[in-house]
T-cell receptor
Framework: DTEVTQTPKHLVMGMTNKKSLKCEQH?????MYWYKQKAKKPPELMFV???????INESVPSRFSPECPNSSLLNLHLHALQPEDSALYLC????????????????FGPGTRLTVL | AQSVTQLGSHVSVSEGALVLLRCNYS??????LFWYVQYPNQGLQLLLK??????LVKGINGFEAEFKKSETSFHLTKPSAHMSDAAEYFC???????????FGSGTRLSIRP
């Protein structure tokens, strides 16, 4: 299985709602990532988990709260979002930490299209 | 700090023509370089990666890229464009100590019939 799955595919929420995005991989990868992508822009890294521990937080506002329940699952909890948070949210995984000389390509899920009203 | 620069936000070629998407990198250490493709409303898919094993890297869908250290370039090519190649292409860089990759700004490839 070389797939990263994300649910839901689309999500519409109000600014007072609480919702969660889910990501799952069964490739035995030990690093997982959340990205935010606005239209016509490259993905922006939000969080990195390595061996189920948060290793990188790119100064993301606290209204985004990541969680890694186990090595296969990654959640992103959303609360009190703003309209400008509307974007495509991508999850990725990789073998990580990097093995010397091999590179550590990331495998991406199809994303969740989030609209905040 | 590492970075990549993609020259040309939009490239348009005729079906059957050569595709050339340009990427230059900046890195103080030997880099790992990647090309990803993103079709509309989808995630990113790895086309190919450079890890110093060979300077000419062949990827999926007939794409290849050549690492040129003297030019700090990693341009993506395909001899003959197909309509299905229309997508956004991202060049990316990482090093052996980093747990993240840095994406270029992307190049949108359009194919004319």
């Amino acid at each position: 299985d070389t797939e990263v799955t994300q649910t839901p595919k689309h999500l519409v929420m109000g600014m007072t709602n609480k919702k969660s995005l889910k990501c799952e991989q069964h490739m035995g990868h030990r690093a997982m990532y959340w990205y935010k992508q606005k239209a016509k822009k490259p993905p922006e890294l939000m969080f990195v988990y390595s061996y189920e521990k948060l290793s990188i937080n790119e100064s993301v506002p606290s209204r985004f709260s990541p969680e890694c329940p186990n090595s296969s699952l990654l959640n992103l909890h959303l609360h009190a979002l703003q309209p400008e948070d509307s974007a495509l949210y991508l999850c990725a995984s990789s073998q990580g930490p990097l093995r010397t000389g091999e590179g550590d390509e990331q495998f991406f899920g199809p994303g969740t299209r989030l609209t905040v009203l | 700090a590492q970075s990549v620069t993609q020259l040309g936000s939009h490239v348009s070629v005729s079906e059957g023509a050569l595709v050339l998407l340009r990427c230059n990198y900046s890195s103080s250490v030997p880099p790992y370089l990647f090309w990803y493709v993103q079709y509309p409303n989808q995630g990113l898919q790895l086309l190919l990666k450079y890890t110093s094993a060979a300077t000419l890297v062949k990827g999926i869908n007939g794409f290849e890229a050549e690492f040129k250290k003297s030019e700090t370039s990693f341009h993506l090519t395909k001899p003959s464009a197909h309509m299905s190649d229309a997508a956004e292409y991202f060049c990316a860089v990482s090093d052996s100590s980093a747990s993240k990759i840095i994406f270029g700004s992307g190049t949108r490839l359009s194919i004319r019939p």
